[in-house]
């Protein structure tokens, strides 16, 4: 059972639409969560991290997170084709030994021109 | 600026020969190191972090070892490798807990 499921496992969204994903955490302890993107063959790259309850947008990018529930969404608004990747949600807890990371499988973008 | 380099890019390995995958970081001082392994499709995995030198901590078991012999170097590695070690190993820095981890370029293993 994972404990950091993410949903839809893939997605294709026309340019310039909206793509929005989606993350929960099973594990009660967790405090923060991570938005990562890898592109086919490269390793991941940090997009957004949250901590608080409320949203948080930098440029196209904006995330969500409800700490009751332990969910974190992902909106990526005027989607381009270069935003086509695998996006990688992970948690981790304040008392984590050694800051581990719990990933959730992906969700695999394709943005269609 | 900090960097990451791994090495080798990409290994071919025979199952049942030794593997040694090597990390060093360059321009940060005691940063927390940390090995991950992603099979092909699938999610990334954490195996071992160190926080100092000399220490490592093992998060999965998948018969292999770490060590960091220096400050700046995280050393992976088995004696025997297995058809399931095959993937895509990711060795990752932070500049201590609650901080984001970045990742370095990555080695992709096959064994045949």
């Known amino acids: 059972q994972q404990k950091v499921q993410q949903s839809p496992e893939s997605l294709i969204v026309p340019e310039g639409g909206m793509a929005s994903l989606n993350c929960t955490s099973s594990?009660?302890?967790?405090?923060y969560f991570w938005w990562y993107r890898q592109h086919s063959g490269k390793s991941p790259k940090m997009l957004m991290?949250?901590?608080?309850?409320g949203e948080k947008e930098e440029g196209r990018f904006t995330v969500h997170l409800n700490k009751a529930s332990l969910h974190t969404s992902l909106h990526i608004r005027d989607s381009q084709p270069s935003d086509s990747a695998l996006y990688l949600c992970a948690a981790s807890g304040a008392n984590s030994a050694g800051n581990k990371l719990t990933f959730g499988i992906g969700t695999r973008v394709l943005v269609r021109p | 600026a900090q960097t990451i380099h791994q090495w080798p890019v990409a290994e071919i390995k025979a199952v049942g020969s030794p593997l040694s995958l090597g990390c060093t970081i360059k321009?940060?001082?005691?940063?927390?190191l940390y090995w991950y392994w992603q099979a092909t499709g699938g999610t990334l995995q954490q195996l071992f972090y160190s926080i100092t030198v000399g220490q490592v901590e093992s998060v999965v078991q998948l018969n292999l070892s770490a060590s960091r012999p220096k400050d700046d170097q995280f050393i992976l590695s088995t004696e025997k490798l297995l058809l399931s070690h095959s993937g895509f190993y990711l060795c990752a820095w932070s500049p201590g807990t609650v901080y984001e981890q970045y990742f370095g370029p990555g080695t992709r293993l096959t064994v045949l």
């Open positions: 594990d009660r302890n967790v405090d």
């Open positions: 321009g940060k001082s005691s940063p927390n």
């Open positions: 991290s949250i901590f608080s309850n």
